[in-house]
């Protein structure tokens, strides 16, 4: 499975590890992708999402019906 949000499309960002003589070795920084379960009650049934801890506070906000929507308009799957 790899480290991105269904929601906001957040993936792993990519650069480099600096140290004081200046060397540089490759790093990776990973968003916090949580799995959440949440029930849908226009589609009678729970729907398990991969998330960033900031998606889980807009479905929070705006609530997971249109969570859904957006997610399904980005082209993901649920």
Request: aromatic content about 6%; overall charge positive.
């Given at each position: ?5 269904q ?27 949580q799995r ?6 226009s ?17 929070d ?17 649920i």
């Amino acid at each position: 499975m790899s480290a991105h949000c269904q929601l906001t499309g957040v993936k792993p960002v990519f650069g480099n590890n600096v140290s004081h003589s200046h060397r540089r070795t490759g790093r990776r920084w990973n968003p916090n992708i949580q799995r959440r379960r949440y029930w849908v009650p226009s589609e009678g049934r729970f729907v398990r999402l991969t998330l960033s801890a900031r998606a889980i506070k807009t479905i929070d906000r705006i609530g997971v019906e249109k969570a859904v929507v957006l997610i399904r308009a980005r082209g993901e799957r649920i």
